[in-house]
């Protein structure tokens, strides 16, 4: 069939049209094969245009579309669907992006500028003019979601997910779920304790008849693709049998020998290898740490309910989507960075607020009374020479209200704030106004001009360059000082690894686009939320946690999915199979099979991503992309280069 093709150039307001002469761009185009229709637009994204476009097709019998505008990041689905309203294959589509890749990039050059996005146009055409129609993969999908980490974020989105009515397991890799909420007492601007909410998402868990727990569990594999995922799950025993009664552990508690730092407190307490580590902790029943665990026998001659025969299981789980929300660690400083693991009166923010927690009428530490307090912001965030570039967004605003809480809990103490300017945004900035009232004193300071911590006669002493006295050198005595630490990812992210979640700079999962897709990865079928994917606030978290799970829904909901048709196909006549293809993919979307005797690759049509990279590796050329055969991009190549 004759193409018929439909081009519309888009100004974009002045993003494109002040760098490209755009009208040029138009009668440079409008007499290539297959043109029937060009025109320019102010915005192409506009519902007036898109209803225009929808009236060209009908009428003019369009059977092929370019729209040049901005990245098809952004709005390829959006005329994708402008295509289909008007009855046309929305694969009989292409997007030609002359705004990122020309304007953008050649602003300082409009002649140049102009002459490369008449390339690209003709580009976009030579391939619209091969274009065929495309039917979407159809394939079943498992109403069921593995929500992967039980800290808030994963506890909210698997009761958002079970009360849409899908089958959610929740898999927690420690003895207990809360993540790093369950750490905490009082909670910034709520006043809720961390163990307060932990109870309250964790009941709702608990009730919840489409909500599987699994506590010290971890995948291990993971095999299939979007709709159709198989994961294997080991599950580690606590070694305690579930109707154990509570004043019998007690006492296995108290005659355990074995004591270790306890992780719970930041290792400034020390725990049992048996352990629970608060009344409300959840699940309530106590685990034994078996890797400290020296199998003494002290705590089996006072509690019958101790069970050492218990063993590893394996679980084999099926779901149609992933939601990983697997959080994040405190920023553990370097041995050193400020005086941190060698002055003994210097810790982090987690660290002190524990040091409160375990307070009574007197703020003490090893001993001594605390009354003079530094806290040194940015340990571990927007680094000058590390590699965490980024604001922890949370820091400034947890560390302000331990400060006031440590201020009204104990009236002689005094709060010194080092810092390179203060953070609270939104609501949170009448914290900062409350700890000023308070007294409360900020230093501030250059970021390539950190403060310096140093023992002097015995005395620990924080001295700044004070920008705000016009770089006056200023001293505190301090009795102790707090690394305000900000946000890292999970030290062990193995299950990033695992499924192949791409990371960005900072090293925390990646989205695929921050304002668009927000939650989804490039892997089909897998969403992340909370502090796995950055350093985010409790209630930035669980909003996260809410689209994650309604993206996550949307999967399984249906039963079956459409899945892009634009993958590898294999010539079985040409492939001998040499596994290089298999090498190249990135997803593992290939496999043998066996065709009229010879082995051949298969492709998984489920995993491709049609990303390309098998392509250029196979030696016999038995691989061909479809809707971007070799003949597209022949033609295509053939329309960049320039006319003689």
Same mark, same amino acid.
């Given at each position: 069939m004759k193409k018929k093709i439909g081009v519309y150039i888009c100004h974009c307001g002045g993003n494109i049209a002040d760098?490209?002469?755009?009208?040029?761009?138009?009668?440079?185009?409008?007499?290539?094969?297959?043109?029937?229709?060009?025109?320019?637009?102010?915005?192409?994204?506009?519902?007036?245009?898109?209803?225009e476009m929808v009236e060209d097709i009908k009428s003019q019998g369009l059977n092929g579309v370019v729209v040049a505008s901005c990245s098809p990041k952004l709005h390829l689905l959006t005329f994708r669907a402008v295509t289909e309203r008007a009855g046309l294959n929305k694969y009989n589509y292409v997007h030609a992006n002359i705004r990122e890749q020309v304007s953008w990039a050649h602003s300082d050059n409009k002649a140049g500028a102009t002459e490369k996005a008449i390339r690209i146009v003709r580009s976009a055409i030579a391939k619209a003019n091969c274009a065929g129609s495309l039917e979407p993969i159809e394939v079943k999908s498992t109403k069921a979601v593995a929500v992967i980490g039980a800290g808030v974020a994963g506890m909210r989105a698997?009761?958002?997910?079970?009360?849409?009515?899908?089958?959610?397991?929740?898999?927690?890799?420690?003895?207990?779920?809360?993540?790093?909420?369950?750490?905490?007492?009082?909670?910034?601007?709520?006043?809720?304790?961390?163990?307060?909410?932990?109870?309250?998402?964790?009941?709702?868990?608990?009730?919840?008849?489409?909500?599987?727990?699994?506590?010290?569990?971890?995948?291990?594999?993971?095999?299939?693709?979007v709709g159709n995922f198989n994961?294997?799950?080991?599950?580690?025993?606590?070694?305690?049998?579930?109707?154990?009664?509570?004043?019998?552990?007690?006492?296995?508690?108290?005659?355990?020998?074995?004591?270790?730092?306890?992780?719970?407190?930041?290792?400034?307490?020390?725990?049992?290898?048996?352990?629970?580590?608060?009344?409300?902790?959840?699940?309530q029943l106590p685990a034994i740490d078996m890797k400290n665990c020296t199998r003494c026998g002290e705590c089996e001659k006072v509690c019958s309910n101790i069970d050492f025969s218990q063993k590893t299981e394996y679980?084999?789980?099926?779901?149609?989507?992933?939601?990983?929300?697997?959080?994040?660690?405190?920023?553990?400083?370097?041995?050193?960075?400020?005086?941190?693991? *060698?002055? @003994?009166? $210097? =810790?982090?923010?987690?660290?002190?607020?524990?040091?409160?927690?375990? &307070?009574?009428?007197? /703020?003490?530490?090893?001993?001594?009374?605390?009354?003079?307090?530094?806290?040194?912001?940015?340990?571990?965030?927007?680094?000058?020479?590390?590699e965490n570039k980024y604001c922890s967004r949370y820091c400034c605003t947890s560390n302000i209200y331990t400060a006031i809480g440590v201020k009204k809990k104990f009236r002689d103490v005094y709060n010194y704030h080092f810092n390179r300017g203060i953070r609270t945004y939104g609501k949170q900035?009448?914290?900062?106004?409350?700890?000023?009232?308070?007294?409360?004193?900020?230093?501030?300071?250059?970021?390539?001009?950190?403060?310096?911590?140093?023992?002097?006669?015995?005395?620990?002493?924080?001295?700044?360059?004070?920008?705000?006295?016009?770089?006056?050198?200023?001293?505190? *005595?301090? @009795?102790? $000082? =707090?690394?305000?630490?900000?946000?890292?990812?999970?030290?062990?992210? &193995?299950?990033?690894? /695992?499924?192949?979640?791409?990371?960005?700079?900072?090293?925390?999962?990646?989205?695929?686009?921050m304002k668009l897709r927000p939650v989804e990865t490039v892997i089909d079928g897998i969403t992340i939320a909370g502090a796995s994917q950055g350093p985010k606030n409790i209630k930035e978290s669980i909003n996260s946690a809410l689209a994650a799970a309604t993206k996550s829904f949307s999967l399984v909901d249906a039963g079956k999915l459409a899945l892009e048709p634009t993958i590898v196909k294999v010539d079985e006549a040409l492939c001998e199979w040499c596994g290089k293809c298999d090498e190249a993919c990135p997803y593992s979307a290939f496999d043998k099979k066996e065709v009229d005797g010879k082995i051949v690759a298969r492709v998984n049509e489920t995993i491709c991503k049609g990303c390309g990279m098998c392509l250029p590796v196979c030696p016999v050329n038995a691989l061909n992309l479809v809707g971007s055969t070799d003949k597209e991009i022949e033609n295509m190549i053939d329309a960049l280069l320039p006319t003689v």
């Open positions: 760098y490209v002469d755009v009208e040029r761009v138009r009668e440079a185009i409008k007499d290539e094969e297959g043109v029937a229709l060009a025109k320019t637009t102010m915005f192409a994204c506009a519902d007036s245009n898109q209803k698997a009761i958002e997910l079970a009360e849409a009515g899908a089958e959610v397991f929740l898999i927690e890799r420690e003895f207990f779920v809360g993540g790093r909420v369950a750490q905490w007492d009082n909670l910034c601007v709520s006043d809720e304790t961390g163990k307060d909410l932990v109870t309250r998402l964790y009941d709702r868990v608990m009730s919840h008849k489409h909500v599987t727990l699994f506590t010290g569990a971890e995948v291990v594999e993971n095999s299939g693709s994961l294997k799950v080991k599950v580690t025993p606590r070694y305690i049998r579930l109707q154990c009664k509570k004043g019998e552990l007690q006492k296995a508690i108290d005659v355990c020998p074995v004591e270790v730092p306890d992780e719970f407190n930041f290792n400034i307490t020390t725990r049992k290898a048996i352990y629970h580590n608060y009344p409300s902790e959840y699940p679980l084999n789980l099926k779901v149609g989507s992933i939601l990983l929300a697997t959080g994040f660690d405190p920023y553990e400083p370097k041995k050193g960075e400020f005086g941190y693991g *060698e002055i @003994d009166n $210097v =810790v982090t923010l987690p660290q002190f607020k524990r040091i409160v927690h375990y &307070s009574g009428d007197k /703020l003490t530490y090893k001993g001594k009374t605390i009354k003079h307090i530094a806290y040194i912001y940015c340990v571990g965030s927007r680094q000058v020479d590390g900035e009448v914290l900062y106004d409350e700890s000023s009232r308070l007294g409360d004193i900020y230093l501030q300071s250059f970021e390539h001009e950190p403060p310096l911590v140093e023992q002097k006669d015995g005395k620990t002493v924080v001295s700044i360059n004070d920008i705000l006295t016009t770089d006056k050198k200023l001293e505190v *005595e301090a @009795d102790l $000082v =707090v690394l305000v630490t900000g946000m890292v990812p999970r030290q062990d992210n &193995s299950i990033g690894n /695992l499924l192949k979640i791409p990371k960005g700079r900072d090293k925390f999962f990646n989205e695929i686009h």
